[in-house]
DNA sequence: ACTTGCATGTTACTTGCGGTAACACGAGTG
DNA sequence: CACTCGTGTTACCGCAAGTAACATGCAAGT
């Protein structure tokens, strides 16, 4: 009895937490990264201190935000990296999911990779890259672990596998975000640039003539 | 005459400017990016309006500062990509060069990646990736160029060069970071790793046993 | 029924920063 | 001597983050 009222005012709270990541999210949608909290809290319909209450400070509340769409996103990023197919099918498939999500809701993608904030009095300690972009670290160490779990790559394969995967999302990350501003080409020639590009082409491609001497 | 007075006094209003850029320079080291505009005054040894009056708005202030350090990194990277050497030692070289650049100065280095900023008030415009991270896009465009006129690739060689040059870029940036973060290996294992990525190995690499059916 | 406790909500405030207006001094020029 | 122009100041506005103090509704304890 006392258990389900507990689990009811849990409930509650929790609903009501959702609700306001709910409008959090519509407001970040529309007015981009740099939207107030008195934004967010007219948009949910209440006032800042609740808001504070429930999470705390600003970067309380991105964090929750970017938690929900990163976890959306790996998802994705998972079923296509476990597709049954050869690999060079699933890192197309992969960079497409990806690419696919950014280009659906740039400003939630946007949202996410620059949490930098810093915090706005105190802070000195600064820490670089510690609480840069989470998305991006998370990507790049789900992919670390996918490669070394799936390839064979002799000794040292762990941290062969980590800096691949960091590089690799660095690399779709900015080649994403150049290909939305500029749009020079379509989504599937830029996967398949970039898979080429993973596929050694920039090793085996021929020098031009007139190359530099020596 | 007048000449030489006109140009004392442009002469004079530069030195004053390079020397805000000094101060505001130490300040961002010693502070981070969020560094205010209140720091830089006092540490140049005046007050605010001056900083106004030639910079305009802290985003003018911070586009000269990091058009200063990127000028200078983008030197040293074009020093190393000209390098009389294989294709192979100049990919490196340039790998190291961007990595001991950012190990040497993690405070500019992370000044340089984020001038988020976005304008405080009014401003609901947004577009996507276009005043982002100028040095990255710079780099980019800069190695696209560099690809585009030592490589043969075929048709399509532009748009490749320009999607492989961002992507390369932003695969040693994410990298970098990571590595900054954790240093989990030596900058030369480092740079090492990269460059077999980019030498197609992960194409090359065999399954590991026990790899998912169908 | 009355009080206690707690979550939810409010208004009103403080602090700090970006940015600006208005004023003040010093030097060269008719 | 008046004029203006560059350099500097103080004092202010607007706005957003974050907080304190007060108000209200609802379950439980006696």
Chains 1, 2 share one sequence.
């Not at 990541?21 to 949608?29: F, K, M, N, P, T």
């Not at 999911?97 to 810093?118: C, K």
């Not at 062969?160 to 150049?178: E, Q, S």
Request: proline share 5%; hydrophobic share 40%.
């Amino acid at each position: 009895m006392d258990t389900t009222q507990r689990t009811e005012q849990q409930r509650s709270a929790d609903r009501r937490r959702r609700e306001l990541l709910e409008a959090a999210d519509r407001v970040v949608l529309r007015e981009g990264p740099q939207a107030s909290m008195n934004a967010i809290a007219a948009e949910a319909g209440i006032t800042k201190p609740i808001l504070y209450r429930h999470f705390g400070d600003k970067g309380g509340l991105y964090a929750a935000l970017a938690k929900r769409h990163t976890d959306a996103l790996l998802d994705s990023l998972r079923a296509a990296v476990d597709a049954p197919a050869d690999r060079r099918e699933r890192v197309e498939a992969t960079l497409d999911t990806y690419l696919a999500a950014i280009e659906a809701r740039p400003q939630v993608y946007r949202f996410l990779m620059h949490p930098a904030e810093g915090a706005p009095t105190g802070d000195q300690g600064f820490d670089v890259g510690k609480q840069w972009a989470p998305l991006l670290r998370r990507m790049g160490e789900e992919l670390a672990q996918v490669i070394e779990e799936r390839l064979d790559l002799g000794p040292g394969s762990q941290q062969l596998a980590r800096v691949w995967g960091h590089g690799i999302v660095g690399m779709m990350h900015a080649a994403g975000d150049w290909w939305l501003g500029e749009r020079p080409c379509s989504r599937a020639e830029l996967v398949r640039s970039l898979a080429d590009l993973l596929w050694g082409r920039l090793a085996a491609a021929g020098d031009k003539v007139g190359s530099p001497g020596f």
